[in-house]
T-cell receptor
Framework: NAGVTQTPKFRVLKTGQSMTLLCAQD?????MYWYRQDPGMGLRLIHY???????AKGEVPDGYNVSRLKKQNFLLGLESAAPSQTSVYFC??????????????FGPGTRLTVT | LAKTTQPISMDSYEGQEVNITCSHNNIATNDYITWYQQFPSQGPRFIIQGYKTKVTNEVASLFIPADRKSSTLSLPRVSLSDTAVYYC???????????????FGSGTQLTVLP
């Protein structure tokens, strides 16, 4: 199992450009999440999904859109990149188990720089 | 979600037991306590979770007193490879069918010295 993978690993954008980050998981998890992590800080939740075709806003959703057309994939889009979106982006997934488990599986991250 | 407070940094030596304490005074009845570890340039990794008393797994123990307003992560006999940031999180006990959201604080930077 590859677990959670993210594409690309690095990207440099100019202000105003758009891009899509792809997250894929092969664990058949129902829940998927997108976080951002700024230097010296913890992770902040951008958007999440509780199942195929569903998305919801997290703590810092402005400037981002997401889609979950397939259960295994969760896409994060930046329509018009801004320097404030320079960050490391992590995708995660978790299972909708009967017992309330808070174990999330994280991908390796995408380092995005907006100039 | 309850706010957590933990030390910014801690130093230890190889072979010692390390205890990292986290306070969460506003924890709700249905909330769980969970801990994650993060190495530089990697995503966080789940360590352990608990609701009350003591939980132990192959890598750590979690101690939660009766009032649940604090918790302590115990790492036995640390090695250099345990140098990482450790996050204490209080997770809302939402029902199945909802995403189980986590709120990360700034974490504790643990440095293990030789």
């Amino acid at each position: 199992n590859a677990g959670v993978t993210q594409t690309p690993k690095f990207r440099v954008l100019k202000t105003g450009q758009s891009m899509t980050l792809l997250c894929a998981q092969d664990m058949n998890h129902e829940y998927m999440y997108w976080y951002r992590q700024d230097p010296g800080m913890g992770l902040r939740l951008i958007h999440y999904s509780v199942g195929e075709g569903t998305t919801a806003k997290g703590e810092v959703p402005d400037g981002y859109n997401v889609s979950r057309l397939k259960k295994q994939n969760f896409l994060l889009g930046l329509e018009s990149a801004a320097p404030s979106q320079t960050s490391v982006y992590f995708c995660a997934s978790s299972s909708r188990a009967e017992y309330p488990s808070y174990e999330q599986y994280f991908g390796p991250g995408t380092r995005l720089t907006v100039t | 979600l309850a706010k957590t407070t933990q030390p910014i940094s801690m130093d230890s030596y190889e072979g010692q037991e390390v205890n990292i304490t986290c306070s969460h005074n506003n924890i709700a009845t249905n909330d769980y306590i969970t801990w994650y570890q993060q190495f530089p340039s990697q995503g966080p990794r789940f360590i352990i979770q608990g609701y009350k008393t003591k939980v132990t797994n192959e890598v750590a123990s979690l101690f939660i007193p009766a009032d649940r307003k604090s918790s302590t992560l115990s790492l036995p006999r640390v090695s250099l490879s345990d140098t990482a940031v450790y996050y204490c999180l209080v997770a809302s006990g939402v029902s199945s069918g909802s995403a189980r959201q986590l709120t990360f604080g700034s974490g504790t930077q643990l440095t293990v010295l030789p």
